[in-house]
Nanobody
């Protein structure tokens, strides 16, 4: 059974930093693109950052450009999101996503989410 497990969320003051991690586990043959998404109360889930299979290509939402950095370690089957200069508007549940090839073929997987709260 393939799972994505996020960690690293929490409460931080404005201007602070957090690093999210998302590790994939299970009988995995390959992982394609990975990404981070977030959903604030009363809002739709939005894309924050995505990264290609090799890690050579990344994309960011305009609202986080220059503050957030996505990276991945393919040996550890893990994707990271370094978040700096956090703002109250970044408060949301953050989800990781990955396209994974397993016994069931290619499929899209989501983590359970981790809460990030930016508040003084």
């Amino acid at each position: 059974q393939v799972q994505l497990v996020e960690s690293g969320g929490g409460l931080v003051q404005p201007g602070g930093s957090l690093r999210l991690s998302c590790a994939a586990s299970g009988r995995i043959f390959s992982i394609n693109g990975m990404g981070w998404y977030r959903q604030a109360p009363g809002k739709q889930r939005e894309s924050v950052a995505t990264i290609s299979a090799s890690g050579s290509s990344t994309n960011y939402a305009d609202s986080v450009k220059g503050r957030f950095t996505i990276s991945r370690d393919n040996g550890k089957k893990t994707v990271y999101l370094q978040m700096n200069s956090l703002e109250p508007e970044d408060t949301a549940v953050y989800y990781c996503n990955a396209e994974i090839w397993s016994d069931y073929g290619w499929d899209d997987y989501w983590g359970q989410g981790t809460q990030v709260t930016v508040s003084s």
